[in-house]
């Protein structure tokens, strides 16, 4: 199994900054993808977004230029860097690893969520 815990939440102003830390850990051999997602209320979850192992990143149009994800591979952790928040980047944030472990084949893990809330 794997734990994914998230970190970095919270209240900001809009042209705020927030980092968003996600920590998995657990009998893990290898991970590939690791994701950020994000639900608003009333709203479907969206990606916001990805790397891969080799580092290739892709973002949704919406934080483009804003935001920045990473990883660290050596603690199995990925980032996310907000910059310029907005009031529509209010939302629980997910994030999500694609895994092997010595005891399962590859599949996604989901962490708990963390609240950031932007205000005007």
């Known amino acids: 199994q794997v734990q994914l815990v998230e970190s970095g939440g919270g209240l900001v102003q809009a042209g705020g900054s927030l980092r968003l830390s996600c920590e998995a850990s657990?009998?893990?051999?290898?991970?590939?993808?690791m994701n950020w997602y994000r639900q608003a209320p009333g709203k479907q979850r969206e990606l916001v977004a990805g790397?891969?192992?080799?580092?290739?990143?892709n973002y949704a149009d919406s934080v483009k230029g804003r935001f920045t994800i990473s990883r660290d591979n050596a603690r199995n952790t990925v980032y996310l860097q907000m910059n310029s928040l907005k009031p529509e980047d209010t939302a629980v944030y997910y994030c999500?690893?694609?895994?092997?472990?010595?005891?399962?084949?590859?599949?996604?893990?989901w962490g708990q969520g963390t609240q950031v809330t932007v205000s005007s």
């Open positions: 999500n690893v694609n895994a092997v472990t010595f005891t399962s084949s590859r599949r996604d893990y």
């Open positions: 657990g009998s893990i051999f290898s991970i590939s993808a």
């Open positions: 790397i891969t192992s080799g580092g290739i990143t």
